[in-house]
């Protein structure tokens, strides 16, 4: 029992001499950039949000480019699923959303975590010029999912494109 007062008092007293740092009000928002989104979070989410496009690309792939037949029914099967998503009255609109809206949600998401955006007023006078400065973080997730997801996106626009052009002529 005499240890642990012995150790309060020690502990209060070292407390009692901790420096406090000193922080200018003015000048405490210049030094503090702080991101929109967790660039982790913002990662891990995107993963979700281009699992099942990436799936649909692969389907596609193996289904038109496989010179091997083993195993086309599944690859067949996911075309027949989306074909009789876009047949269903109440739920034709999911098939866009999830191979087009995820993606750029998926963009969005990890766009905002690696963007740092900052005003100041800078010079003596500190009121007639401004800055403005845009930081962007070099993380490599983020960065890979927004490249995977536009070229996700570009890859439908462009089949989209193909298929409307096809079915014309």
């Known amino acids: 029992m005499a240890t642990n007062m012995k150790d309060k008092d020690e502990f209060l007293k070292q407390m009692e001499n901790l420096q406090v740092p000193d922080i200018d009000p003015p000048k405490h928002p210049e030094m503090v950039k702080m991101a929109i989104m967790n660039a982790e979070r913002s990662a891990a989410l995107g993963v979700w949000l281009i699992v099942v496009p990436c799936y649909f690309l692969f389907c596609v792939f193996m289904y038109y480019f496989s010179h091997l037949r083993i195993g ?3 690859f067949a099967a996911m075309f027949k699923l989306m074909e009789g998503l876009e047949k269903t009255p109440g739920i034709s609109f999911l098939g866009p959303i999830v191979l087009v809206v995820l993606p750029i949600v998926c963009i969005i998401i990890n766009a905002l975590a690696i963007t740092h955006v ?8 500190q009121s007639k010029a401004r800055e403005f400065s845009i930081t962007l973080k ?6 890979l999912l927004i490249l995977i997801s536009l070229a996700i996106v570009f890859i439908f626009i462009a089949y989209v494109v193909a298929e409307n052009i096809s079915v014309r002529s």
């Open 72 to 74: 086309t029914s599944w």
């Open 118 to 125: 900052r005003v100041q007023k800078s010079g003596v006078d």
């Open 138 to 143: 070099l993380k490599l997730w983020n960065i």
